[in-house]
């Protein structure tokens, strides 16, 4: 190995450690302080619509920003966006923590920082997200987006747990001011990031920015990507029939039909994270054997029979015990999470490679979105018949209708590259 290649592997394993450390403040700072913050509200008020309202004002910025803060990762300095925004999102804390002890915490307060904070993560998110590229050599992409998966699936098991921790026995003023010295900090160590480590000047670095202009060359450039097209759809097929036949069909089946305790629900619940890090971890010895398109199909046929696993204890109408229906369901989520890795993981390795530079950050930010508003839609859907029909149905067609799907579409996406 040469001096050079000696440098970038070193300078690419430091851009590791401070992407990890910034994107654990900044994720878990926000998934804490949007339930932790929920749950005031809910005690505040009483009102479970006012709690709900809160965890929408968590996750809506997500769908509504994504788009444009593709356009801004594509055209600012994504170092100047990445720093800016932990750093923006600290100074709100700290004023809401110096406002709270002037005039206490008021329901709009909580509101409107729980959006910003939210939005700022998101363009944060999306900035980051298209800056892998650049932070690591090519050998490194799929560990930082393995690392990424680990952290976003951790902080989906921790940050409630967490935030009610943080809400039973931490003064909320206390936990909001140590939240926001944390983004500060983070903001300060993704200063020593070198953001053009593997980085190739685009021709349109230096132009200016209008938003609608630019959001529709980012469609026109993602619509002439046949591939890029077929990719982000395999997100949004994952996301409609995980919605579909996972997301509502199970907690139902779980606690309205087979009447399991609420802590195994919650231990079930847990196994789809924790294979989601299982899978992120062992995701880069399956892709050095195998090709993706084979990884792609293998790991949605197992998915389907996940699917269609969820239905079979109410359609052979046996009486399991508890501690079986625990450990068959646990499997189930924990065997769908891995294989969701091996899905997800390659798929932004494969974009990232895939898109040129000036613009990664809006076709990054569209697929995201797609995804989003996919999944809402499923849910719906899930939500308003699951109560007209045999509950076993709906994961049972749903596991067929995406083997059928799969074996079809996925088998034609055009360029699924191998990945070495």
């Given at each position: ?7 970038v592997?070193?300078n690419?394993?430091?851009n590791m ?15 804490i ?23 929408v ?7 509504i920003?994504n ?18 925004m932990?750093?923006l ?6 004023l ?9 915490l ?6 409107i920082?729980?959006f ?5 993560t ?36 921790l ?29 300060i ?21 209008s ?12 619509k ?8 982000i ?6 996301n ?10 199970l ?11 609420p ?11 924790m ?9 880069k ?40 229906l ?19 993981i390659?798929?932004l ?19 995201i ?13 899930s ?14 067609t ?9 074996m079809?579409?996925?088998n ?9």
């Amino acid at each position: 190995m040469t001096l050079t290649k000696l440098a970038v592997c070193k300078n690419s394993n430091s851009n590791m450690m401070l992407f990890g450390f910034g994107k654990l403040a900044s994720l878990f700072g926000t998934s804490i302080y949007s339930f932790a913050m929920g749950l005031y509200v809910l005690k505040l008020t009483g009102s479970g619509l006012s709690f709900a309202t809160t965890l929408v004002l968590g996750t809506l910025p997500i769908i509504i920003i994504n788009p444009f803060a593709g356009v801004l990762a594509d055209k600012i300095d994504k170092k100047k966006i990445v720093v800016s925004m932990d750093l923006l999102n600290g100074v709100i804390l700290v004023l809401l923590y110096f406002i709270k002890l002037e005039y206490g915490l008021t329901l709009f307060m909580i509101y409107i920082t729980t959006f910003l904070l939210t939005t700022f993560t998101t363009v944060f998110g999306t900035a980051l997200e298209a800056a892998k590229p650049n932070i690591v050599s090519e050998e490194k992409l799929m560990n930082i987006n393995s690392i990424g998966k680990i952290l976003d699936s951790s902080s989906s098991i921790l940050g409630p747990m967490v935030g009610g921790l943080i809400f039973a026995f931490m003064d909320i003023g206390f936990f909001i001011i140590l939240n926001g010295i944390s983004f500060i900090i983070s903001g300060i160590s993704e200063m020593f990031i070198n953001f053009n480590l593997n980085y190739t000047k685009s021709k349109n670095d230096n132009k200016g920015i209008s938003i609608i202009k630019d959001i529709k060359e980012g469609f026109h450039y993602m619509k002439n990507k046949q591939g890029v097209i077929g990719l982000i759809c395999v997100f949004i097929v994952l996301n409609f029939f995980l919605g579909l036949s996972v997301s509502v069909p199970l907690p139902y089946i779980i606690n309205e039909v087979l009447k399991l305790s609420p802590k195994y629900f919650g231990i079930i619940q847990g196994s789809f994270p924790m294979g989601l890090i299982i899978g992120a971890i062992f995701i880069k010895k399956i892709t050095d054997k195998y090709s993706y398109r084979k990884i792609l199909l293998s790991t949605s046929q197992v998915i389907s029979f996940g699917m269609i696993s969820i239905g079979l204890p109410m359609i052979i109408n046996s009486n399991f015990n508890e501690i079986f229906l625990l450990i068959y369901y646990s499997f189930i989520m924990l065997l769908i999470g891995i294989m969701i890795s091996f899905i997800d993981i390659p798929i932004l390795y494969i974009l990232q490679s895939k898109i040129e530079e000036s613009f990664r950050g809006r076709v990054l930010s569209f697929g995201i979105t797609l995804g989003k508003i996919a999944l809402p839609i499923a849910l719906i859907i899930s939500g308003a018949i699951i109560n007209r029909i045999y509950p076993y149905i709906l994961p049972t067609t749903g596991g067929v209708l995406m083997m059928i799907f799969s074996m079809f579409y996925f088998n034609n996406i055009e360029d699924v590259e191998e990945i070495n």
